[in-house]
């Protein structure tokens, strides 16, 4: 397997290590006169997402991580099991319900998302930024209360809750940031 | 279509086209606008495009985000030519892209020019004249050698660029210093060099791969003398009212608490082990002197300078590179370094004379580089030949000048003392 060489670091690389796939997110390049250089290394673990700070001197290597980013499609959801197909080559992949973490909220059957793949399987989904979801169920806000520091939850169609101003209504579909979980605004009524 | 241009510092150049909607700008990479600078919050300021209008707005609550010099307080509604300042990096505001940039080129708009602003260039010019100056009044006489030479530095961790003339290996120089020594050897006394050094693989803040090294020379000079000369530029340099000495000993003594001359390779382990460095695992194979070298540039030298210039002196006789050992101390090199808030500025020694000892020492540097897969340098040398006919008794010393045009003009990355750094040469 290729492998890169500390004279290769930099951010952006992506490596293996102790068998887990990591991304270079920072490197700072460290080097006394008459020493030996030294790497610093922020690595983030491209499967659980946690961030490792390692230190490389010079003439250390790291193994290249064959992770390779595509476009999919959520396909379906069966009980803990998410569905998804590669775009490019029609390949399926099963993904955990612990894999898609909280992403489960935004996604509808058809979706078309990003995927991150290691070694061929898939090791994240992340949906698109903005995600238009129907609300299936809310309690009716006041007449007239269209002020947007009131909130309520509603549930929208895949069956998660969602914090909306209090004016959002059964029916309505509204506009949700992903990464942040947040309400961004209604894009229809019905 | 509407765009941003960085024009100073690391991204200098970078463009990014502004998307209808909102552009986050931050370090964040999921961010449209993605800068590398730290300073910049994860998701810092954001744009918002719609029908032609952009406006500006913070999102950091960090109350560093300027257009034309003015704090943006509320959301601000940029116009063409606006001059934007985020923390320490500056863009430029393009409300259309112009007709005459064609697409392929936009990447690499403003890359040929200088990363450092003319009012930079024209300060260090100033540092470099004053520095000239002070050489001049104490009598030195400026040199000039080869920067492209048959012989190169022997060191472990120094890798000089070779370049193959006529079917004969010839080095880019890591330093002025073998053409220099021959100088002395050839009579002259006290002399200075400003030239370009080349060192592969050494890129970053505080290194680039081609830089500017002063280096002198004294016949006579004890160390002592040489290090009170080192003081004295230095403080008239950067404006000190003085500077300090410390031992390495004295040094690891009052800051990591132990010996560095005396305590067992065992104990130094403990003392390691006790430290969190995150280490990768091949340190373990290390020798004891790279395990002093990690403590000192990861938990010493951060502490040095801070206050005055600091010089380091008296390294330990493993790490004395081309110094002589001390007469009176056999555990210790005559050999002294400068640091300054922290950084290294320079190195210098009271000078190896013996060329037998050069010889034994470059042996056992190249079968350290050979077992670091690193090719073999010449051990017999022009040097080697003015050793054995005769160096006079000196000291001579070696300072990186865009390191000190750095700190001189309170910049925090060489880059913005180079015309060009070296992804831009």
Known sequence: MASYKTNDFRKGLRVEIDNEPYLMIEMNFVKPGKGNALYKCKLRNLIRGTVLDRTYKGGDSLEAADVEEIDCQFLYRQTDTFYFMNNTDFDQYELSADQVGDYWKYLKEGMKCHAVLWNGNPITITPPNHVELAVEFCEPGAKGDTATNVTKPVKVETGAEIICPAFIEMGNVIKVDTRTGDYVERVSLK | ?425
């Open chain 2, 1 to 425: 279509m509407a765009y941003l241009i960085i024009t100073n510092g690391l991204d200098q150049g970078r463009l990014f086209r502004l998307s209808a909607g909102q552009n986050i700008l931050g370090h964040d990479e999921h961010g449209q606008l993605q800068v590398s600078l730290e300073a910049i919050g994860r998701q810092h300021a954001r744009l918002l495009v719609s029908n032609g209008h952009v406006v500006i707005e913070e999102l950091s609550n960090s109350d560093d985000t300027y257009v034309n010099g003015a704090l943006v307080q509320q959301p601000f509604h940029l116009h063409h030519g606006d001059q934007i300042q985020i923390a320490e990096m500056e863009l430029r505001f393009y409300s259309a892209m112009q007709t005459s940039v064609s697409q392929a080129n936009t990447n690499c708009l403003e890359d040929f020019a200088s990363t450092a602003t003319v009012a930079t260039l024209r300060e260090r010019s100033n540092l470099l004249r004053r520095l000239r100056q002070f050489f001049y009044d104490a009598g030195f006489d400026e040199v000039e050698t080869p920067t492209l030479s048959a012989d190169t530095v022997v060191d472990r961790y120094l890798h000089p660029i070779q370049v193959e003339i006529g079917g004969k290996p010839y080095w880019l120089q890591t330093s002025p210093e073998f053409g220099m020594k021959r100088l002395l050897a050839s009579g002259m006394k006290s002399i200075f060099q400003v030239g370009r050094a080349y060192r592969d693989e050494e890129q970053g803040p505080l290194h680039n791969l081609e830089f500017t090294m002063v280096e002198w020379y004294r016949v006579g000079d004890t160390t002592q003398q040489a290090m009170q000369f080192l003081g004295e530029l230095i403080t008239e340099l950067l404006a000190f009212e003085s500077f300090e000495q410390i031992t390495y000993q004295q040094a690891f003594q009052k800051l990591l608490d132990f010996d560095p001359l005396e305590i067992s390779d065992q104990d130094l382990m403990h003392v390691i082990a006790a430290l969190d460095m995150r280490m990768s695992p091949t340190w373990q194979s290390l020798a004891r002197t790279d395990w002093l070298d990690l403590l000192l540039t990861e938990f010493i030298q951060p502490q040095l300078g801070l206050q005055k210039p600091c010089i380091l002196y008296e390294y330990p006789a493993s790490q004395s590179a081309l110094a002589r050992i001390h007469p009176d101390n056999p555990l210790v090199a005559e050999r002294f370094e400068l640091y300054v808030h922290g950084i290294e500025l320079a190195n210098g020694y009271h000078e190896l004379l013996d060329a037998n000892e050069l010889y034994e020492r470059n042996l056992k540097t190249n079968a350290l580089r050979q077992s670091d897969n690193r090719p073999v340098l010449p051990v017999d040398s022009y040097l080697a030949k003015a050793m054995k006919h005769g160096l006079p008794d000196c000291c001579g010393v070696a300072l990186g000048f865009d390191r000190l045009a750095m700190i001189a003009l309170n910049k925090n990355s060489i880059t913005e003392v180079l015309p060009f750094p070296f992804p831009r040469a």
